[in-house]
Structures are given as structure tokens and as C-alpha cells.
């Protein structure tokens, strides 16, 4: 069975607590590639997010991490793109929820509110957390990717 494959990306006030991440996620047995920043010198985190959910949508079967202070940016410019359902999360049973009714393929973590702790424990949460296979939430999900046009490669 291949490793799942975790796809991350982090502002300059993500840096830390995705390098600590990083770490974790390698420790627990996931495939993990690293789309920035690579120091917390200052960056545009939308450039970010849009490198990480391209490679998410070309990546089979890949989940994506997105970090910034607050998670609000990077879960925004992510769900600019069709195909992408980025949830920002502040507690683990919204981290359970966003995978299983919601079928989120990226978390949004933000790096200044919570500990690293808290932060491993809802990532965690929610990549055990299968999306579910009720037809009203596969409906609901199909009903919010035809809301978006497709996803211009090079957008950003």
C-alpha cells in the first residue's frame, strides 16, 4: 500500500509550525511535498496557495495543508480554484466534519492561535476522517464544485 500523499504549503508566519509538521507528518508515515515558504522572510500566501492546490488537483488522491497566522487567506485564495474544498479549522470535531460531510481535500491551520499540539491533533483528526458516502453530502459536494468555473492554470 503507497504512502498518502500530503501536499503543504506555508506563508512566512506558517514557516515553524510547518517545518514542526513536516516532521510529524514524515514520523507518522505520510509522503509529504513541501510547495513553501522556505524561511520566514515576508511572502505573498496567495502564490502559495496556488502552487499547493494545483499540485493537490494533479496529484492523485493527494490531501493538502495550507498554514498562514490566522488560516482565513490561504483558505480563501484556495477555494479560488474548482476541484478544491480548503476548510479552516479551529477544533477537532470541525476537522472531523470538513473530511467526512464536507469532503475536504485541504486543511487550513492557522499558525498564531492555536499550540502545536492542538494544531497535530486536529491534523491528525482529520486525515482518519473518511469522507462519507451519503448521497446528501456527495450531492451537496457536487452542487459546490459546479459553482466554480474551472480553474485557469497560471492564475496566480
Given at each position: 500500500?503507497?504512502?498518502?500523499?500530503i501536499?503543504?504549503g506555508s506563508d512566512?508566519?506558517g514557516y515553524k509550525?510547518?517545518?514542526?509538521?513536516?516532521?510529524?507528518?514524515?514520523?507518522?508515515?505520510?509522503e509529504?511535498?513541501?510547495?513553501?515558504?522556505?524561511?520566514?522572510?515576508?511572502?505573498d500566501?496567495?502564490?502559495?496557495?496556488?502552487?499547493?492546490?494545483?499540485?493537490?488537483?494533479?496529484?492523485?488522491k493527494?490531501?493538502?495543508?495550507?498554514?498562514c497566522?490566522s488560516?482565513?487567506?490561504?483558505?480563501?485564495?484556495?477555494?479560488?480554484?474548482a476541484?478544491?474544498?480548503?476548510a479552516?479549522?479551529?477544533?477537532?470535531?470541525?476537522?472531523?466534519?470538513?473530511r467526512?460531510?464536507?469532503?475536504?481535500?485541504?486543511?487550513?491551520l492557522?499558525?498564531?492561535?492555536?499550540?502545536l499540539?492542538?494544531?497535530?491533533k486536529?491534523l491528525?483528526?482529520w486525515?482518519?476522517?473518511?469522507p462519507t458516502?451519503k448521497?446528501r453530502?456527495?450531492?451537496?459536494?457536487?452542487?459546490?464544485?459546479?459553482?466554480m468555473?474551472?480553474?485557469c492554470?497560471?492564475?496566480f
Amino acid at each position: 500500500m503507497s504512502k498518502q500523499l500530503i501536499i503543504i504549503g506555508s506563508d512566512h508566519r506558517g514557516y515553524k509550525l510547518k517545518q514542526e509538521l513536516i516532521k510529524w507528518l514524515n514520523r507518522n508515515k505520510y509522503e509529504v511535498k513541501d510547495y513553501g515558504t522556505d524561511s520566514e522572510k515576508s511572502v505573498d500566501y496567495p502564490k502559495i496557495a496556488a502552487r499547493a492546490v494545483n499540485a493537490v488537483l494533479v496529484q492523485d488522491k493527494a490531501l493538502g495543508v495550507l498554514i498562514c497566522s490566522s488560516g482565513i487567506g490561504m483558505s480563501m485564495a484556495a477555494n479560488r480554484f474548482a476541484g478544491i474544498r480548503a476548510a479552516l479549522v479551529y477544533n477537532r470535531e470541525v476537522a472531523k466534519h470538513t473530511r467526512e460531510h464536507n469532503l475536504a481535500n485541504v486543511i487550513c491551520l492557522a499558525a498564531d492561535h492555536f499550540s502545536l499540539k492542538e494544531q497535530k491533533k486536529m491534523l491528525s483528526d482529520w486525515l482518519i476522517t473518511k469522507p462519507t458516502k451519503k448521497e446528501r453530502y456527495l450531492k451537496r459536494t457536487i452542487m459546490m464544485d459546479e459553482l466554480m468555473p474551472p480553474s485557469c492554470p497560471g492564475c496566480f
